[in-house]
């Protein structure tokens, strides 16, 4: 249903004109968590007219503590500390809080594995909570069987199965402190990752299924911890790796260094307590991309990020214990560990993962998973849905997709078409639509409607969550009137924010708390609309979104001349159809390469292997000389403007050498 509403911006900050809105249906607000916006409006009004009052009643009801802490909120910006003085368990919120109750038996984890070939169904396998407890605990026992302590880092680098999350719920059950990789990232990364955080173990597979083919996971780890500078293994902190079989796939195994996940399990008992860990005790570091060539691991810390992650849960996707509940994405980004495990976990819901990719055996594999499981609720990324809009309405008709009740997206500004197309095709105009925004830092949803309060319009995030105080600011901070551009930045500190840069305090002070005083900054762009809504216009720094991943422009640049034929690169974002965003990389070649095709191939395989596949730049423009300032600075303005094949447009007067532009246009392949 739409009714009509005019606001149209005022201000050319935002090109977007979008006056369609969808209120919730009575139907959903009905028996949803909260019912009205006006519901919605008295409690956000209360959750921050007083913060700590509110955090701290939520904690209470739904975080179960060890000892209870002293003060809800000790801060002192940067620096916040919540819940001073408790100690909880994360595992134990998530598992045994569980098996007291009738949810014991329930399905905790349902896995739909990748299909081995087109034909072949894919495997399955559900654990209920009594199960998932089960293997938890023996595989918390295998971590301290093999020297893991307290504090100490573990790097989870698996496909999208069931023993990611075991292994994840295991460290924190001994208070160790995971790092994911993601499994599309390549050797170089896993081992950057190990060396910056000293890692003493690294979990893995024989492979991991992919699109018919075999990620070798395990043979990347071997590569990774073969990395030399020097003489020096930078990834001498590693003692031990456990490897998963789950491919078949043949691997080596190092005497000493490497022994079998199932070979463990078998040693050990399946009684493990949970630790008692101090509120603020290190959860797990998460590798995000950054201004600069170096990505920065992300900490998150025990009790504020599990009330962030639990009460987001349950309020955004309206968890019903009824409910099959499936995000999409990966345990090895940011969302994988807040959606797929910790946040639905902790309210005892179903939570569904699938380990492959949406097209394969067909474009229609979602659908089919979807009517399979009856999942009632889905979280996706703009990315996805655009995909799916290209390989045609055909696909999903064929299915029923009656379980469904409510969508979600995340990971970038979905453009309203793909909002329309997601609504009509697939919610069948029936499922509300939460377009959610938040980030690796943030740890949960911080701008977001609530499906049975909030009347959406297609590419806003909408009004923030409880406790939550986004501003969009001007350059020194000020508030700005509605309808006009400027910096997200979030005022009040809020439970699941990231507590530190790993190893980098300076840098945590330089990225997050400069622009504005005393506020987090999220390096967004945004307006608010004459309603408040949030509409987020993309990042200001030199940050790209491709395809919903973050990928900073300088880690392809350094990938790209670190590689001996090139003298100088400079890496900046097109608009793409499917991607949002796409790579563009202007090189020029040192004296005596050759710029041809090979050499795009192999630099682009260069960036693969440095980096990952999803940072491989999608075009490569040779070039004599790249357009620069007379101080020396890129001017990527002009980079944008021709890949994206428009005129140059703007001041070009800073430019130390004009003639590079004409050359710079004609560079195209
Ligand atoms: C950046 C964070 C949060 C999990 C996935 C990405 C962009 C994210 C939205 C949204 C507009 C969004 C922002 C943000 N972003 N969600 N709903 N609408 N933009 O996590 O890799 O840390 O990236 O993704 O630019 O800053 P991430």
């Keep these: 249903m739409s009714t009509k509403k005019p606001a149209p911006p ?6 977007l004109k979008e006056d369609r809105t969808f209120a919730p249906s009575a139907e959903f607000s009905k028996d949803a968590h909260i019912k009205s ?33 002293k003060k809800v909120l000790q801060w002192k910006a940067p620096n916040a500390k919540w819940f001073v003085g408790g100690q909880t368990n994360v595992s134990a919120n998530c598992l045994d809080c569980h098996l007291e109750t009738d949810r014991a038996n329930k399905a905790a984890i349902i896995w739909e594995g990748e299909p081995a070939a087109p034909g072949k169904p894919g495997e399955e396998r559900t654990l209920t909570y009594r199960q998932l407890h089960r293997e938890v605990c023996l595989f918390a026992n295998v971590l301290k069987k093999n020297g893991i302590k307290k504090g100490d880092r573990v790097l989870i680098y698996l496909p999208m199965v069931p023993e990611a999350a075991i292994a994840m719920l295991a460290c ?30 690294v979990i893995t597979s024989d492979g991991g299924f992919r699109r018919g083919g075999v990620v070798p996971l395990k043979e990347n780890v071997d590569n990774a911890l073969k990395i030399k500078v020097g003489r020096k293994s930078i990834t001498q902190s590693i003692q031990r790796v456990i490897v998963l079989r789950r491919s078949e796939n043949k691997v080596k195994m190092k005497r000493g260094r490497d022994v079998w996940w199932h070979d463990e399990i078998s040693q050990v008992s399946d009684q493990c307590p949970p630790a008692k860990l101090d509120s603020e005790h290190p959860l797990f570091i998460l590798y995000t991309s950054g201004s600069t060539g170096k990505p920065k691991g992300i900490l998150h810390t025990t009790a504020g990020y599990l009330l962030g992650t639990k009460l987001s849960s349950k309020y955004v996707f309206d968890l019903k214990d009824d409910d099959v509940y499936w995000c999409t994405a990966d345990v090895g980004w940011i969302t994988g560990h807040s959606y797929v495990v910790y946040g639905p976990l902790a309210n005892g819901a179903t939570t569904l993962m ?40 055909s696909w999903p008709k064929q299915y029923r997709l009656d379980s469904l009740r409510l969508l979600g997206t995340v990971g970038e500004p979905i453009n309203p078409e793909a909002w329309m197309w997601y609504h009509r095709v697939i919610g069948k105009g029936r499922c509300p639509i939460v377009d959610t925004w938040w980030q690796t830092e943030t740890g949960g949803i911080m701008i977001t409607p609530l499906p049975g309060a909030t009347p959406t319009k297609p590419g806003t995030a909408t009004l923030p969550f409880f406790g939550i105080t986004p501003e969009v600011v001007d350059d020194q901070g000020r508030a700005v009137p509605k309808n006009t551009g400027g910096k997200l930045i979030v005022r009040q500190p809020w439970p699941s924010m990231l ?16 622009e504005v005083k005393g506020c987090y900054f999220t390096g967004d762009g945004c307006r608010q609309d004459s309603d408040g809504y949030f509409w987020i216009v993309g990042r200001i720094d030199d940050v790209l979104n491709v395809s919903g991943h973050r990928i900073g422009t300088a880690e392809v640049e350094s990938a790209l001349v670190s590689h001996k034929a090139v003298a100088e690169a400079a890496v900046v974002g097109r608009p793409d159809e499917i991607k949002g965003q796409a790579l ?9 390469a050759k710029a041809s095709g090979d050499l795009q191939q192999i630099l682009r395989n260069h960036v693969g292997k440095e980096i990952g596949p999803v940072a491989k730049p999608d075009q490569i423009r040779f070039t004599d000389a790249l357009p620069k300032t007379r101080s020396g600075k890129i001017m990527r303005r002009l980079l944008k403007q021709i890949a994206a094949g428009k005129a140059i447009q703007g001041d070009t007067t800073t430019l130390e050498d004009i003639s590079v532009l004409a050359k710079l246009s004609r560079s195209e392949e």
């Design 10 to 15: 005022k201000t050319i900050e935002s090109v």
């Design 37 to 69: 916006l006006s519901q919605y409006r008295r409690l956000y009004r209360e959750s921050i007219k007083d913060p700590q009052r509110f955090w701290a009643r939520q904690a209470e009801k739904e975080i179960v503590f060890y000892k209870p802490w």
């Design 172 to 201: 924190t059950r001994i208070g160790a402190v995971h790092s994911v990789v993601f499994g599309g990232f390549s050797a170089q990364s896993v081992a950057d990752r190990i060396q910056d955080c000293a890692a003493k173990m």
């Design 354 to 393: 699938y380990e492959g990719a949406p097209n394969w055996p067909g474009p229609d594999r979602f659908w089919q998973i979807v009517d399979k499981y009856q999942v009632t609720i889905m979280y996706t990324a703009p990315t996805a849905i655009r995909a799916f809009m290209k390989w045609g309405e």
């Design 499 to 514: 507590r530190g840069i790993w190893g980098d305090p300076k840098r945590f002070v330089e990225t997050y708390w400069s």
């Design 584 to 592: 563009v990389a202007f090189v020029t070649v040192k004296g005596s």
